[in-house]
């Protein structure tokens, strides 16, 4: 026991780690980041036209932060929350979810102002670089889930490095080179985060994970906490999705199409949970994760001109195969691939991920100017060069789907194997899923917590 | 316990009715419904005046869109987890609530685009379309609060689709043909959903409710998950009064208004919950319920002049009946009427809504352009035309409650007996009040549950 | 026992404390409060100028009431909730947060009414009067933190009457008198309710609290709770530092600042926690407390030309002294000085408010034109004076910092005095941090909660 502990002592490591990572972030804040326009004192005055009371209502405060904030309680309650439903991990679900996206944030917003651009050698920040800090966040989370369990916090921030790194670069690639539409990052931060997640996962394969089956499982109350997160991704991710659209009609209907999407989507997961099970009972991890696959699945198309209609078919069949992919193909994934995905990523971010990119080009290839009118340049940027053609734009679109799966597994090879050496503290196979290795417990001691006895209660 | 297994199985039936419904939805969305003027690309732009930057941010999303939220976290999180209170139904409680929400919402938006009016036979769908079909969808979980734990996931979508269609007729008349003021909906919503649900349980009324009743209680974590529902209402409830509005004056209005009244309600459920208990001591139920009736009670008057003085008067009140209504009504209404009302809508929107259109009609007879200004257009719509006439505005107002009333009553006698057809798995009265009958519990097993030994654990 | 009981029983003093406060409350409303221009249905459109349909939409509803809402939140979720990591006192937690809150805002929109000003003897009340409400309403419960778990709900409330009535002096004094800035309420809020608190619980030290030191600690789903609160007091808190800046980019960048601020602030956090324990294991403890203290130190220094490099090192000292504090700091102030603070609020709120203020005293003295450009008099109010001395109004900030100290010291004696009278109804020290004594639990004896029995099935 005490080799262990001591191979799983944080006291070092982790201080370390945070205090050097921190440190730099300061170093480098201090040496490039500025306000914008719209956040500095000088150059927002400066900026000013005649009539000054009017003008301070149009910063972009006003129409970005209330969507900012639902993405912020998506990335820390959603998320958080949503991998509680572990009966001894409730304190790392939401504790290390806390500290890697708070990392993630300040590294994001480094990553992406280098990549996109910066301004006479400054980065500059405001509530849109908030938003697309908290999404790049939102990608390594769901890489989170994939191994959740079975990292050290030390694995966690050294994986969050190097994701949030290339995340920045295939969203630039996607974004900036290939013009490709991804407001709600269908491709940029689902099927991103999925893949790359899932290769670590595999990289990090346990041979002997079943020594602590009994502890990766739910009981009742930890559900429930689960729930919490469940419901807040589910309310929020209209919000989620146009958070960084055009102004106007974009932003309205990418919301609308989002509300939609789920709410079809859930039906779907409540019909197909009960037709799997036997005894037609409904299974908490269908409904806690299947009812969100919708809002994953119009992430690139939801600012189009999808229809209600178009999101309500997008979500039924994003909630349908994400319960069949959590039914049929985890198990295979573990037997055969040796992917051990703790919370089916690849069935909530992966597969409606892929579905949300192919959906996004079938519909770019079928946009045209009598649907869109004057609105056509609002949703496609390279409509304004007067060139548009629809159809490559669609094959644009799929070339970022190709894109982003070949960076993401790309990158979740590298990283899995950086993450492979054995300096990091992680869990022995014995003790993975539980928070006493981290987690300072009153009452609790480490060993007690995995005997039956100790189930037993917890099953209360 | 197989034949009850069986009785109870949703492996069909469940997959079945979401299937159907779902494609039926998706079928008449294509088929009527479109994206209004504020979410349409074409329409949006040719609707524009000049000045091109300044109309995006004219866009109804950023007025309405965050009361929308609010509303939309009370629907899935406030009535949700409110109802998580019962021991061992919060699987229920949170997922059928999530089910019949995401089913109601989509069929609410059809019956009121019917309904309240057409365009070149299409259904318009927008921010304001989202709320409605939210608020309509408050009315059946209202009624849901009153059948918790006595019904099927099937019954509850067949209750569902009544009662919102009855929802929007009613609605209609009292708003289109009354030309009621009923913003947060002490009519439209809560004394409907509560009468509709009182009414139902009344025809599902089982006489051997008592040998599920070791189940029909609390425990301590339940109580605290439950709280979340309740603090989520009680904040957001100033959105919900005020998210449909008119702009300006009348929205800022019945937010304050909703806010002290509900203070002031939160008071007096303090109070009395101590004084009607013979230790005084307080009780989880009333301060779970009670608090919010002041929210309830201005849902009516919210938006007229009613004053802060005024609404912490109707606050007060609304909190003293609703404890009261739990110390000494609900347990008559059982005894004598056969009323069996799980989570007490009766004191919550019951008496509260009826309250809230006394006051409503009240407020409405006493409104005068002397202290209205030009605003009294704005609230009152009638008074557009010049033949203002309050004493006829608060008379069309308490006929407005007197419809209400008897629309729900017809609704819910017609639609409980249907429920009470013997085809949907309702559980049987041994277990009610019990996850394990639909829900998939790792560790448990559903005979254990209702065991003294499997109680006394539960209550630790 | 039931000498205690009755020594501790509600059913008079409370109901009648709150009954007659809400009465007084209600004729003070009615004779004093009066809707603003934004809230009056008269006013609102007298005032209103030619283009009509614009003018609704610059209601201040439009750019405070999402702010208000956030801080809404933290007030009543986000405090409520963090304190609930008591294991036997989660009901009290949240419900007598919810008590004090409600009166709270109440009594504090006519203390600071009457001492801000009147509008020919009336108080104006709108969105802005709730923010600040709300702001005042915090500073009790932090001052409710000290002493958690060792009060009556009457002697809170008297409490509450008392530190509200100081708080509007104090700020009055701050913001009118000195004229310091203080947007997120470093001085008026965090430093004014902390050493309110500590003072008071001082006073009311209890020689003999270890009898209930069993019960002074947490169990794992209690901590899941206060986990709740903690991540909505983090992620709302920019909205809490900005919710009362001038429009504009002073809003914007007060948010920006304080997202930054607590980014760096979590990664101390938890770099402290690992490094002060012996096996290298994170405190929950400090987690849920800690992390929040960026955002307390940045309230008010937010609104300046802080830079998020500066918000960073503050973020980053703030959790650092913070975690130090909880480890060392509070043990000594509570052998030494007698001061037994339930939740380390003066690690929280006090050290890191005295640090807030410290800073803004600082970033006030190095503010220049030149950097601030025509911006500098939306931040400071005397710059538009013309008379602008930097030097000067960093002295006038430091010298609201001692104000408050002295305000909160002097204050605090005297509650704590007034709060020892026997007449209350307060625990006694065998049963304080125990739900059962205001109470009504189904299937627990306020005997049984005591036992090692129990004790040993509430860690399950």
Chains 1, 2, 3 share one sequence.
């Not at 309680?73 to 439903?85: C, D, E, K, P, S």
């Amino acid at each position: 026991m005490s080799t262990m502990a001591e191979s799983t002592n944080m006291r070092l490591r982790l201080p370390l780690l945070c205090i050097i990572l921190e440190v730099i972030l300061i170093i480098l804040f201090g040496a490039l980041v500025e306000y914008n326009d719209d956040t500095h004192a000088k150059m927002w005055n400066a900026n000013k036209s005649h009539s000054a009371t009017r003008d301070d209502y149009e910063n972009e405060f006003y129409y970005r932060y209330p969507s900012f904030q639902d993405v912020h309680v998506m990335i820390f309650v959603g998320f958080g929350f949503l991998m509680t439903f572990l009966q001894r991990y409730g304190f790392s679900s939401v504790g290390f979810n806390f500290l890697i996206a708070a990392f993630s944030l300040q590294w994001a917003t480094l990553m992406q102002g280098f990549v996109h651009g910066m301004h006479h050698g400054k980065i500059h920040v405001g509530v849109t670089s908030m938003i697309n800090a908290d999404f790049c966040t939102g990608s390594v989370l769901i890489s989170f889930g994939a191994v959740l369990g079975k990292t050290s916090p030390v694995q966690l921030l050294v994986m969050a490095i190097f994701e949030v790194t290339l995340f920045a670069v295939n969203e630039f690639i996607l974004l900036s080179m290939l013009g490709a539409n991804d407001a709600g990052g269908s491709m940029t931060i689902h099927t991103f985060g999925a893949y790359f997640g899932l290769m670590v996962t595999r990289v990090l394969y346990r041979p002997n994970l079943d020594k602590s089956k009994h502890r990766n499982s739910s009981v009742y109350h930890s559900d429930l906490f689960a729930m919490i997160g469940t419901i807040y991704l589910w309310m929020f991710w209209p919000s989620f999705n146009s958070a960084i659209t055009n102004y106007g009609d974009p932003q309205h209907r990418t919301a609308l199409n989002t509300y939609y999407s789920l709410a079809a989507c859930t039906l779907a997961t409540f019909a197909f949970s009960a037709l799997v099970n036997p005894e037609g009972k409904l299974d908490m991890v269908h409904i806690q994760n299947a009812a969100l696959a919708g809002g994953v699945a119009v992430g690139t198309a939801g600012e189009m001109m999808l229809t209600p209609f178009g999101s309500m078919i997008v979500g039924f069949l994003a909630g349908t195969i994400s319960v069949l992919g959590y039914k049929y193909l985890t198990p295979v994934l573990e037997s055969k691939l040796k992917i051990q995905d703790t919370c089916g990523i690849h069935n909530l971010h992966g597969m409606p991920g892929v579905l949300g990119a192919v959906v996004g080009a079938v519909t770019s290839a079928l946009a045209s100017p009598g649907v869109y009118g004057h609105g056509l340049q609002r949703v496609f940027a390279d409509a304004e060069t007067g060139k548009w053609n629809p159809q490559s734009r669609g094959g644009f679109q799929a070339i970022s789907l190709a894109v982003t799966l070949g960076m993401a597994l790309f990158g979740g090879l590298v990283t899995g194997f950086i993450l492979k050496l054995p300096i990091y503290g992680a869990p022995p196979d014995t003790h993975c899923f539980e928070d006493g290795l981290y987690w300072e417990e009153e009452g609790h001691e480490l060993n007690e917590v995995a005997t039956p006895n100790e189930m037993e209660k917890l099953n209360s």
